[in-house]
């Protein structure tokens, strides 16, 4: 029985999709969770034809998962995550005990902040940035950085914005400093970059780089950066195209990544691209569905296509503009009920509308991309419509909510 194993899923999006593709692919699908409500709603999860119940991040527990399967005669094709922290993991798993294309140190190197940096170190394409251990005086490094102000900080292993934060002084870089320390050995310091932020999502095939989409952002700041708006660009100028690829070719080059997943944020900076991130994997949310829109590519079925060794077609059906609208409240509460969805679900040009929370569930104004409560999906020939689509459908949408 020819089998993948899945380290981890969110209950939609990126991570949840690819286990639906490699079950249309024709494999038998095992997911490892930590999370017991997973394994309560088991009947929610029909792609899923086993659901393990594991400590995912104790290798040892995990390995011993996989050899049970083995001895119940499954094939392990391959093993993989599509969620956060967990693709590294399931890489050097799959390494041990199946046929592995996937390139695991530049993995390693990606999915950690600090190691992106030092590898990048002197690169053109990559900003300022400063590391800060509890051992150092912290005084005296204040006073070291504050010529750099306004500085982003950040958690090595922080992930859709949790735990960054902006300092625009010294006092704020203090606080911010002292915030980060309570569960942090080490706090990065970035360069805080102006300019319009692009996300790039890359797959990399026996060394070949290939630019599968570029995404506009809309960056809302509340509490925190969140990405409320995601425009893919289906018609680059060949220039704009032309400098994306140099850039991300030569940080890849910097990661000796030959095969494998990714996605980089960059803004353009005064003319040059200055990488913001990059993490091993397809973005989550709605990405997998705005390029499917926008292009009629399924990303998470080409790469797991790619590391199962196999060539991915990336060949785009249609171009179309796709405008992901995300949904967040302003007050914190317990949710009562949403209207709107249906309405919403009417006007043309929506191809998705998606509510995260259920009835009873706490929602606060966002602190990370975790506190997005849904999105609006919507397509056109021409960008300005899908933006507009989406926005109009979006304000039918309405949380309300019980105070606390």
């Known amino acids: 029985m020819r089998t993948i194993v899945f380290i981890e899923t969110n209950k939609s999006g990126s991570s949840r999709e690819a286990i639906k593709a490699a079950e249309r692919l024709g494999y038998f699908t095992v997911l490892f969770t930590n999370r017991q409500k997973f394994i309560q709603q088991r009947t929610e999860f029909p792609e899923v034809h086993q659901m393990i119940l594991v400590e995912t991040s104790n290798y040892d527990e995990l390995k011993k998962n996989v050899s049970k399967l083995q001895k119940q005669g499954k094939q392990i094709k391959g093993i993989f995550s599509f969620v956060h922290s967990y693709v590294h993991l399931a890489a050097v798993l799959s390494e041990e005990f199946c046929t592995s294309v996937v390139s695991t140190d530049s993995i390693l190197k990606m999915e950690n902040k600090v190691l992106t940096r030092e590898l990048l170190k002197g690169h053109p394409n990559s900003p300022y940035y400063a590391l800060y251990t509890p051992d150092y005086p912290l005084e005296y490094f204040i006073n070291q950085a504050k010529d750099y102000l306004p500085l982003i900080l950040k958690s090595p292993a922080s992930a859709g914005s949790k735990d960054v934060l902006l300092a625009n002084n010294e006092n704020q870089l203090k606080v911010a400093i002292q915030e980060l320390r309570k569960k942090n050995e080490q706090i990065l310091l970035e360069e805080y970059l102006k300019g319009p932020q692009y996300l790039i999502e890359v797959l990399v095939h026996n060394g070949k780089v290939h630019i599968v989409a570029i995404i506009e952002q809309q960056i809302t700041f509340l509490h925190r950066f969140i990405v409320t708006g995601y425009c893919l660009l289906p018609d680059i100028n060949q220039r704009m195209y032309d400098s994306i690829l140099e850039t991300v070719s030569s940080i890849l080059k910097a990661f000796e990544m030959k095969n494998g997943a990714c996605h980089l944020e960059m803004r353009l900076v005064n003319g040059v691209w200055k990488l913001i ?29 790619l590391m199962l060794g196999n060539k991915p077609h990336l060949t785009k059906k ?9 949904l967040t409240v302003d007050s914190r509460g317990k949710l009562i009920r949403v209207t709107g969805k249906e309405l919403s679900s009417q006007y043309p040009g929506v191809e998705e509308v998606y509510i995260k929370p259920r009835q009873g569930q706490i929602l606060r104004p966002p602190l990370s991309m975790g506190d997005r409560y849904g999105y609006i999906l919507a397509s056109s020939y021409f960008k300005m419509e899908a933006k507009r689509i989406a926005m109009r459908a979006a304000s039918n949408i309405h949380f309300y909510l019980d105070p606390i």
């Open 277 to 305: 991130e990059i993490n091993p994997r397809i973005s989550g949310g709605a990405m997998n569905r705005i390029i499917e829109v926008g292009f009629g590519i399924n990303l998470v079925e080409e790469t797991i296509q």
């Open 318 to 326: 249609h171009r179309k503009y796709v405008y992901a609208h995300y």
